[in-house]
């Protein structure tokens, strides 16, 4: 793939995760899923970026905000969507919904109603890639507010003496539901407290797409070499509550609206194409139209999906092969 | 009723009073001072009482358990709100090997309440764990599991004015539910079960949302003329036995109903004890109800396929009826 | 007898011949490499396997079954060895949130094994947990609890070659004993029990050290004239009910025993499901025999009068023969 | 008290702590005790220093091995000893034996069976004396081992964005049972690692009583200045096995062998003591016979003690009050 294909591709994935988040989180507040959801809108460079270093049989393991995870390692639109739907078709074959979409055969190991927990599963699953000798990395997403959950300390200083292939990407949006990170966190920037568990550890900026991608694609170097885990602590927004609905007062709206204006990933990463000539107008305002239609189709799709039977509920839950 | 408060305001209101009465009182958890915490549980508390004594915590729920036990013995009165029980799995040392067996070995008191909403509703298999048994189970502590905004603020009441750690579980599904409450000094006692209907031909003995369900199985056998008695447990620890036995020796005919994975569940305890103790009044089997051995599905067909309904209630029923 | 392997060589017996014929499996947890674990459970083995497959860990039990989870479902085969079961408190977000629900949503396997020594002996309130029903309780998880050699080795292996998350108790007493063990293919399966000892005129239903107890008993008993049935229930989930109810409905007499806090534990869930599955068949009620609702204390004389002794059991099933 | 005083009784404490350890160890050998011990000889500097800079009613929460912290908070040798064999007269009544010694009333939130669980009951104890208002600071106890547990950072954390008055003490013998610190723990200094957290962060000569004291003594003034936490990092050495009888491959008798001869917390104190004038032969040697007196009346008075009653054990689980 050319740099202009892989660049106008990352541009879209983040359209289409900002439609596909906006879309889901109306059909929510019309009752159209099953609950609410964690909206990402403003934090999908963070996703893109990621996804963009890594190879497609990389292992991500995530949190309860992971739709955008979900969709920049290539799940579709529809399944992610039939999957806040409780359908069949879904991720999660509706099991699910919008905090667990996973598909372990796919390099998907969860997003977690635990908050911290993925991180945990990301590194388990980079002790089993480095055991089973196979060059892959593994990214352990974790929000803000999992850093004050002592297993991500844990699950870090485990990959670090063991040098395992993980790659800790704090999907950082700066609250955690209502609470602001300074107000629960000490010490300052997230990069000094993990060094202080011995691994390299750097903050940068989570609006740029760009800047994401490098680093993570300088991590996997590093991982795949033998050297072991990186923390990368990502500054990003999230734009709208903590959950579908949510109005807080916690934050201001001038706060939401300069980021809205001055760092929305989507916008700063359209204008640098345009201005390097890597996309023009009539691409970007078709891109616009094939995203609408691909949200569109997902929706569709998705009502017309059948939620799982209710007579299944018995069905995988184990292998079968310790049934007395 | 509708100007009843809910089973959350009769919570925001037991707490109220109790900390006007006792400056040792505080709250600690998640999202409390603006958000209310996520049931709307404390909402206002901070608002009226300040940010130290409803502090804001990190998401660190061992951390939050251990600051509860390290106040409490220090001769605090710690509300630890976990929001939803599910988070308690990682405060479990904190919980059981460290807040239960203080008093045991070192001889001070540990006034703490762990807060927790429970119970099976939205959200997934990892929102909607049922943790009684294992609270239960454990020596040391007492579980509250009201059922009603009176018990709620009543049962909240006892727990701040005892000096033991108490696990208390609100259940989700009854959030919303409204009913009178007492007055500041309107304690409901641990141990004393309630009689939440009467009836002269069966009993069914239960906690929670599950009251609900127990509720509308006694309607429709109702109109079968059959008269359906249903016990409100309260409390599980302590766990009014005497009440379920004397029921029980009425005519011979019990149900014992949660929503929890059937196996090894509170259930159980219940209905062993019971069998054991008053056997020779049995007609029949306690017949026990509970949800299928499943983590939860989030999709809400597949939640209801999943714990007991009306129907799964009124076969039970029917069932100790026929002996 | 003497010659016999040790419940803790069998374990290594076990556990060598399966890393051999599966490369996949490799064992992490504290001191296992040179002290062999605590309980010498894999005394030889790092030095056997080396110290990429007996891995050496940070005291960090949730980080430790975060490895096992993640390992697993990426493939591998990964024993977490906890040492203490009590320790299992710091994992338990991982173990029943995690391990036993991943399958169920996201479709992959968990081949994990939780290995921990549990059961009552000697060190006080935070090394004495019981902590069989909670495992037992929860839909996704499976429970070995081997009493003899022969059973750890067995079921051992059957863990090691399914692909589901497995708590695995050995018990503190019995870490000495011995007796025979199978060779490399003999497996046992889980949810099957054993008939420990035969006796037609009444069952006690245990597992672990409480065995040993029970066995006492028969012995006092047996001098009588009577003869006890002892079943070693061997698993706790899947559990072997129907060999439970058929030995009940022999002769209607049955003690059901362990030394976990009785109330709500898992004899709750044997002796409700019985009475309710056999009712019939029951000449009396099924006695429950437990420990009592305390803390462990440390002193040996308070420890056994804490737990079931062998005069308890003897109580008890000369109550259940008295019918 | 004065200086000669205040030196010469914490070389006596620390004397006594040794031959406490060594005669227990011995007992417990022996089988004269209620189980094995986890032995402190060569850690009374840790004990003894802290100790000093407390106030008697400060509080303290500590680990599976507390018998030293216990000896310096002014708890008798008497009723320590007494604990070890499950006595009514030892400190828990004969409850908890030598991993859980405490007495809440007396400030001594116990000793623990769980790794780094008493410093997390120390950070609460330390909420505690902040909602009341009181001018009293809290140590929490944890080893080299608990820094790896995730609950310590959480605690941690904790104190710092609430400034509450704790003084975390890692009594750092540099082994977790058979594995060496550097094994598992990744960033090698700790205080960096606790830096990370926000709060003063130092690792200090733990067998110095007088620098242990010190540091102390200034995280105290600091906590009760409305400060916050400090975290003390003190390098200290067992000299026994990680518990009786335990005789591991896993470090060597020369390694032992260095730290005793050379960085002996008793032998050095008492050095630089008569080096001061601050000590005479004569007081010296009359301690050691003074302290042997004291064990020795320690084990008789124990062993006279009459264990608990086993009829007790359902007595004050509780308080009661909630009993149905
Ligand atoms: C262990 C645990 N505690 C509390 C919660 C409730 N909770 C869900 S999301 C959330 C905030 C998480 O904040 P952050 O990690 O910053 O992620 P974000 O929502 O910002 O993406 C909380 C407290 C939880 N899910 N798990
Ligand atoms: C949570 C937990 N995991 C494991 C253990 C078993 N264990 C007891 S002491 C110990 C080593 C502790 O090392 P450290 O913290 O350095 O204290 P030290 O023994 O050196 O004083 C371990 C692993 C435990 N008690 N608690
Ligand atoms: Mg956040
Ligand atoms: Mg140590």
Redesign the interface.
């Known amino acids: 793939m050319g740099a202009r294909e892989e660049m106008q591709s990352m541009l879209r994935m983040m359209m289409m995760i900002r439609n596909f988040e906006e879309t889901a989180d109306r059909l929510a507040l019309r009752g159209k899923l099953s609950g609410g959801i964690h909206n990402s809108s403003g934090q999908e460079a963070v996703a893109v970026g990621v996804m963009s270093a890594l190879a497609p049989d990389d292992v991500i393991a995530t949190t309860h905000r992971s739709h955008h995870h979900t969709l920049a390692k290539n799940f579709s639109a529809r399944e992610v969507m039939a999957e806040l739907m409780t359908k069949v078709t879904g991720v999660s074959k509706g099991r699910g919904a919008s905090m667990h979409l996973g598909d372990v055969a796919r390099g998907h190991f969860g997003g977690n109603g635990i908050v911290a927990a993925g991180m945990g599963i990301g590194m388990g699953a980079a002790l089993g890639i480095k055991m089973a000798g196979d060059k892959k990395v593994s990214v352990g997403f974790v929000g803000d507010g999992g850093m004050n959950t002592g297993r991500t300390w844990e699950a870090i200083n485990m990959a670090a003496i063991w040098k395992l292939p993980l790659i800790v990407v704090v999907d950082n949006n700066q609250y955690a539901v209502e609470t602001f990170i300074n107000r629960v966190t000490a010490g300052g920037d997230l990069a000094k407290r993990a060094s202080g568990f011995g691994l390299p550890a750097s903050t940068i900026d989570g609006q740029n797409v760009i800047e994401v991608r490098d680093a993570v694609a300088a991590a996997r170097e590093y991982a795949l070499a033998g050297n072991g885990p990186t923390f990368i602590n990502m500054l990003t927004y999230r734009y709208y509550g903590h959950n579908t609905g949510e109005k807080g007062q916690y934050r201001t709206l001038e706060e939401i609206e300069d980021w809205r204006t001055h760092r929305d990933p989507i916008e700063q990463f359209a204008a640098r194409l345009f201005k390097e000539g890597l996309l023009d107008q009539a691409t970007y305002d078709e891109m616009k139209v094939s995203v609408e239609a691909e949200i569109q189709d997902a929706v569709e799709f998705s009502e017309n999906s059948p939620h799982p039977d209710p007579s299944e509920v018995m069905l995988n839950i184990d292998s079968g092969k310790l049934r007395g | 009723m509708a100007n009843d408060p809910s089973y959350s305001e009769a919570y925001q209101s037991g707490i109220r009073e109790e900390m006007y009465r006792d400056s040792?009182i505080?709250i600690l958890g998640?999202?409390l001072?603006?958000?209310g915490g996520h049931f709307a549980q404390v909402k206002g508390i901070a608002q009226e009482f300040g940010g130290?004594r409803v502090?804001?915590?990190?998401?660190?729920?061992?951390?939050?358990v251990?600051?509860?036990?390290?106040?409490?013995?220090?001769?605090?009165r710690p509300v630890v709100d976990l929001n939803f029980m599910?988070?308690s799995?990682?405060a479990?040392?904190?919980i059981?090997?460290?807040a239960?067996?203080?008093?045991?070995?070192?001889?001070?008191?540990v006034p703490l309440i762990i807060r927790a909403t429970s119970g099976i509703a939205?959200?997934?298999?990892?929102?909607n764990?049922s943790f009684e048994?294992?609270f239960?189970?454990?020596?040391?502590l007492?579980v509250a599991v009201p059922g009603t905004p009176y018990d709620v603020k009543g049962l909240l009441k006892?727990?701040l004015?005892?000096?033991?750690p108490?696990v208390f579980m609100m259940h989700k599904k009854l959030t919303g539910i409204r009913g009178p409450i007492g007055g500041p000094e309107d304690l409901v006692?641990?141990?004393?079960a309630r009689i939440a209907r009467e009836g002269a031909d069966a009993t069914v003995v239960s906690y929670g949302y599950t009251l609900v369900t127990a509720a509308k199985a006694a309607e429709v056998l109702a109109a079968e003329g059959e008269q359906i008695e249903i016990i409100d447990l309260r409390?599980l620890?302590?766990?009014?036995m005497d009440a379920v036995i004397n029921s029980l020796k009425k005519h011979g005919r019990m149900v014992v109903a949660d929503e929890?994975?059937l196996?090894?569940?509170?259930?159980?305890?219940i209905?062993?004890?019971a069998?054991?103790?008053a056997?020779d009044s049995?007609k029949?089997?306690?017949?026990?109800v509970g949800a299928?051995?499943?983590?939860l599905?989030?999709?809400?067909?597949?939640v209801?396929?999943?714990i007991p309904s009306v129907d799964d209630m009124v076969a039970a029923i029917r069932k100790v009826l026929s002996y």
């Open positions: 040792r505080f998640t999202d001072q603006e958000r130290e502090r804001d915590t990190p998401i660190s729920e061992a951390a939050m251990a600051a509860g036990v390290g106040a409490a013995m220090y001769g605090m599910d988070f799995l990682g479990m040392d904190e059981i090997n460290q239960a067996h203080i008093r045991y070995m070192f001889n001070g008191s939205a959200g997934g298999a990892h929102h764990n048994s294992f239960a189970h454990t020596p040391g007492s006892t727990a004015r005892a000096d033991d108490v006692p641990f141990g004393k409390t620890f302590p766990m009014d929890a994975p196996f090894a569940s509170i259930t159980a305890e209905a062993a004890t069998s054991e103790v056997f049995l029949g089997p306690i017949v026990r299928q051995r499943a983590p599905s989030a999709d809400p067909g597949q209801d396929a999943t």
